[in-house]
């Protein structure tokens, strides 16, 4: 059984260009939760999605960053005219369903940088 | 909004020696969660804690949920190399709620 896969694992962006990480949740998930992660800082939480729907977004900057979690196909972390700040890692895990009992796992990350 | 501590923030330790860490929270979290990050990977689960008091075992790792349901501990015992990493405790109020996680505490362990 794969586990969350996401991809790019390092991608390289300009300032100003737009940057689209993709998440793969576990197979049988139906959740999906994106995490950003600063150098030497914990993993802070951006947005939860099921599919077709975002369930909580508190975490994400009011603007430049979108997320989606289509009915088919990955969900998306969608980062539009890149700055420096935005260089990180970007984290997404998946959720079978909301019972309590049921954690999150990890894929691998992208990391992120902005030149 | 809520916030999880951990302490120590980071540790240095000797192979062989055992090894305590805690998490404490302003709120009362119905789930502890104890994760460990090594360099360039995801968070990979260790322990999930679901009820108060409860003490859980993963081979040397051992997890305990406070009774105050506001604190959570991780043991590691006979600490190895490759237990180097940063560990992050994660909390959750309820089965609706997102899962908040703390600083970390990053764990040396000297051969």
């Not at chain 2, 609706?96 to 000297?110: H, W």
């Amino acid at each position: 059984n794969a586990g969350v896969m996401q991809n790019p694992r390092h991608l390289v962006r300009r300032r100003g260009q737009e940057a689209r990480l993709r998440c793969s949740p576990m197979k049988g998930h139906s959740h999906v939760y994106w995490y950003r992660q600063l150098p030497e800082e914990g993993l802070k939480f951006m947005v939860y999605l099921q599919k077709e729907n975002i369930i909580d977004e508190s975490g994400m900057p009011k603007e430049r960053f979108s997320a989606e979690f289509p009915k088919e196909g990955p969900s998306i972390l969608r980062i539009q005219q890149v700055v420096r700040g935005d260089s990180a890692a970007y984290f997404c895990a998946s959720s079978p369903n909301l019972d309590s009992k049921e954690t999150q796992y990890f894929g691998p990350g992208t990391r992120l940088l902005v030149l | 909004g809520q916030q999880l501590n951990q302490s120590p923030q980071s540790m240095f330790i000797q192979e062989g020696e055992d090894v305590s860490m805690n998490c404490t929270s302003s709120s009362i979290f119905n789930t502890w969660l104890w994760y460990k990050q090594e360099p360039g990977e995801g968070p990979v689960l260790l322990i999930a804690l679901y009820k108060a008091g409860e003490l859980t075992s993963n081979g040397r790792l051992t997890a305990q949920f406070g009774i105050t349901r506001k604190d959570s501990f991780l043991n590691i015992s006979a600490s190895i190399p490759s237990d180097v990493g940063i560990y992050f405790c994660a909390g959750r109020k309820t089965s609706y709620d997102k899962v908040i996680f703390g600083p970390g505490t990053s764990l040396s362990v000297i051969p």
